[in-house]
């Protein structure tokens, strides 16, 4: 082949190769824009994440106590010293006939004996009927823990109904107490079951339609689960800070509490 043609020949295969990397990084480019914009419309789409919702606030922590279940000293002023219960600042819904309430029991706590939960329907008349009451061993049980009833229908939520909580700690008594009672602290509040609108449950969905209390037992079971996934902290993290929530308010150190699996059923009604 003369040199002439070998010249035209390469610099035809230098043209193609040149044209196709073009094509592809002007196809790349518009793929990347195409996929930004994607991403910002996406972004726009979603609301910022907000659970202050309706309904009577509930009450998240330091509620009510008869006596001081703090045992290891009862002069210091521990502002971590008390139950949290895991919930908004006002009424929490769910879509569980049988939903999960969570709450912080303190590391001080040495008497613990048990944490009961008491669930009573709110009727138009603002009038209450107990529902059950449960109470759990919870022994030497520190740290976030859930309290799920039993799947019988005597504990079923009714859906559109509205209902109130309470959770209490029990603390028994020191023997050189002059007391008869046992020490208790609870937290309480009200919950509401709606119906579900979710395909596929999981906690990014439910956190996308307010849907509280199956939102952090969603993400809580993840996290017991698999307690090193740093993108499972902090999204736990992100939720107990949501506005609505604020539970880093209430006790800066919650969203550092370690989640314990917990508790046995003691007995029933």
Not at 41 to 49: G, M, N
Not at 113 to 137: A, C, P
């Amino acid at each position: 082949m003369r040199t002439q043609d070998k010249l035209i020949s390469i610099f035809y295969c230098f043209s193609i190769a040149m044209t196709w990397s073009t094509t592809n990084l002007f196809l790349y480019s518009k793929l990347v824009q195409a996929q930004s914009i994607n991403s910002i419309l996406l972004a726009k789409s979603r609301k910022p994440l907000d659970f202050s919702g309706t309904g009577r606030p509930n009450n998240q922590g330091g509620g009510g106590s008869r006596g001081i279940c703090n045992h290891t000293d009862k002069n210091q002023n521990n502002s971590s010293d008390f139950p949290v219960a895991l919930v908004p600042q006002k009424m929490g819904l769910t879509v569980s006939e049988y939903p999960t309430f969570w709450v912080y029991i303190p590391q001080s706590y040495k008497n613990l004996q048990r944490v009961e939960l008491s669930v009573n329907l709110f009727d138009k008349k603002e009038e209450t009927k107990r529902v059950f009451g449960i109470s759990y061993q919870a022994k030497n049980i520190h740290g976030i823990v859930s309290l799920t009833p039993p799947k019988n229908k005597k504990y079923a939520l009714e859906e559109g109904k509205i209902y109130t909580w309470y959770i209490t700690l029990v603390c028994s008594k020191e023997a050189n107490e002059q007391v008869n009672y046992d020490y208790i602290e609870d937290t309480y509040g009200s919950i509401k079951r709606v119906s579900s609108s979710v395909s596929s449950p999981n906690y990014e969905d439910f956190i996308r339609d307010q849907i509280w209390h199956d939102a952090v037992t969603d993400l809580g079971k993840r996290l017991l689960d698999n307690p090193g996934n740093q993108q499972l902290q902090n999204e736990w993290k992100n939720l107990l800070k949501t506005k609505g929530v604020e539970l880093d308010l209430v006790l800066k150190s919650i969203t550092e509490q370690p989640l314990v699996s917990c508790c046995e059923i003691e007995s029933s009604d």
